[in-house]
């Protein structure tokens, strides 16, 4: 086959990636988007396999296999709630055929010239970071206990000098080829420093490390194109950095952190105020029965789903209440902040999940007007997104971040098995308002014991 | 040198179209954005492809290896972000 069909092929793969992406801004075209990307994917697959010459059939098509038949089982076994560490473990992979893709050229020869040599090193870099760091975000969404608190002394400083060093470690490789065994010092290094950048990172932060390793799965894909000049993998690789990168970006500013801020700085919880302080004798709490007649009255509802409504898997459930109240009459709506949750857009896609139609879930800056003229709030598993404490400017560890003003409601249930504080580690003084009503339970349950107690209400 | 700076255009360009084009997205649908660029990072099995005309254990080991983790990576990002986009109904 001639270079320039491959190259022709390659151009049409591109342009569906670019296609697909622009479809994704309306979840009425987004399906149909998925299909043309999957369909560039397959072209560029096809193409490729045609052209390699002397090409290892048995060891391709046997691969192939392998991978179709667990990437299969893995799309189809996961769960809603289960999506940001299927994110994460798919990031990793990425990560990690891109080091082996750069390990495999270089060793084969094909890595040669200064180009190729230091996009192989980088490749190697971004790759065994992308595979560690996802690894480790895995096990920390999977809450895997002996991840907790690993955060070393001098951290920073550590970070700096792995970094540092994983560079170093590549001069050789490149300045007298082939330098396999630096390679893969190189990487062994920087596999080492994924691992400590994510381990030190919070529960908070996780929908921004989430966002960040998949812009690194792309400049590792972007920088294999450089060790093999393929300018479609830059291209697809590309978009995918810039995906990650607008994701993190618009995380860090719905938390008012920056980027350093998140990666390097831990969360100083002890210049809040004391929980004993802020609840001590004001927090109302009432009963199942208790609520159901208040929302039996209630015309406008605003309901706040948090993580605690992924874990506790109650979307069902909730979406069960919601059908109750509105064939009562009442106007339900779905208040979402952008970091709900552990992964941006997590909370869109349980509610959906549940049937829950997409026009009646609005974002932050949409539903931030209306909650003055809310009758009730439900605030379900969240806490720091809903904490008023963060209108202040400084102070507190989550001082300056955008909330939802569901304060402003006239009543405002929150559904929560504890007092205990959210991410950030500090009390809530929501909790302890007037118009404030605690309903101890976990997510799900106390969901259908709503909607068992607005039956008789 | 020339062969860099024209793989360097492409990138910078692909960039801000990257920019462009995923800075509509809208919140909702960040989830399956995040998958379907999962799977389209899994393009790097193009590379691992090419490399499968070498012979020699250690690079068919590499190879192998590559195309299974970018292959699970391409198919497992399609399947689950179909799986999301397809339940997103308008009431």
New interface residues.
């Given amino acids: 086959m001639s270079s320039g069909v491959v190259n022709l092929a390659y151009l049409i793969a591109a342009v569906c990636f670019i296609v697909a992406f622009k479809m994704m801004s309306s979840p009425r075209s987004a399906a149909r988007g998925n299909t043309i990307s999957s369909f560039g994917m397959l072209l560029a697959i096809v193409i490729t396999v045609l052209q390699t010459k002397s090409l290892n059939v048995t060891l391709v098509a046997s691969a192939l296999l392998v991978g179709t038949a667990i990437g299969a089982w893995l799309a189809k076994s996961t769960s809603m709630t289960g999506m940001p560490q299927m994110v994460a473990l798919l990031n990793g992979f990425g990560g990690g055929a891109s080091l082996l893709v750069a390990g495999a050229s270089l060793h084969a020869g094909d890595a040669s010239g200064l180009q190729a040599l230091i996009a192989t090193g980088l490749s190697g870099i971004i790759g065994a970071v992308t595979f560690s760091g996802s690894l480790v975000a895995y096990g920390k969404l999977e809450e895997w206990k002996f991840l907790d608190g690993l955060r070393p002394k001098g951290h920073q400083a550590i970070v700096a000098t792995l970094f540092a060093s994983s560079i170093f470690a590549m001069v050789p490789m490149i300045v007298s080829p082939p330098g396999e065994m630096w390679f893969w010092i190189a990487c062994a290094i920087a596999s080492f420093l994924g691992v400590l950048l994510v381990v030190a990172i919070g529960g908070a932060d996780m929908p921004v490390v989430i966002c960040l390793l998949n812009s690194y799965s792309g400049l590792a894909a972007a920088s294999t194109g450089f060790v093999l000049n393929n300018s479609m993998l830059i291209i697809a690789g590309s978009l995918v950095g810039a995906s990650g990168l607008i994701l993190t970006q618009i995380m860090c500013k719905a938390m008012n952190r920056s980027m350093a801020n998140v990666i390097l700085g831990a969360m100083d919880a002890s210049t809040a105020a004391k929980a004993d302080d802020v609840y001590g004798g004001k927090v109302k709490s009432a009963s199942a029965e208790e609520l159901a007649m208040l929302l039996a009255d209630a015309q406008t509802i605003v309901i706040v789903p948090g993580y605690g409504l992924a874990v506790s898997q109650g979307q069902h459930a909730l979406k069960d209440l919601a059908s109750k109240l509105t064939a009562r009459g009442a106007k339900v709506t779905y208040a979402i902040h952008p970091v709900a949750g552990r992964m941006p857009g997590h909370m869109n896609v349980l509610l959906a999940e549940a049937d829950i139609p997409y026009d009646q879930v609005k974002e932050m800056d949409d539903i931030n007007p209306e909650f003055k003229e809310t009758d009730v709030a439900i605030v379900i598993g969240a806490n720091d997104i809903v904490n008023p404490i963060a209108r202040e400017p400084k102070g507190n560890p989550i001082a300056g971040m955008p909330i939802l003003d569901v304060d402003q409601a006239r009543t405002v249930i929150v559904l929560k098995r504890s007092l205990s504080p959210g991410f950030a580690g500090i009390p809530n003084p929501l909790f302890a308002l007037p118009n404030t009503l605690m309903f101890y339970a976990d997510g799900k349950k106390g969901l259908s014991d709503l909607a068992t107690a607005l039956k008789d209400a | 040198m020339d ?2 700076v024209t ?1 360097f255009t ?2 910078v360009l ?2 801000f ?3 462009e ?36 254990t ?3 080991v ?30």
């Fill in positions: 062969q860099f793989a492409i990138f692909a960039v179209v990257g920019f084009v995923i800075r509509k997205v809208p919140p909702p649908l960040h989830t399956p954005l995040t998958s379907a660029s999962n799977a389209v990072s899994g393009i790097t099995v193009v590379g691992a492809l090419a490399l499968a005309g070498h012979e020699g250690l690079v068919e590499l190879t192998f290896l590559a195309i299974v983790l970018a292959t699970v990576n391409v198919v497992g990002g399609y399947g689950v972000t179909n799986r999301m986009l397809k339940m997103f109904k308008k009431g």
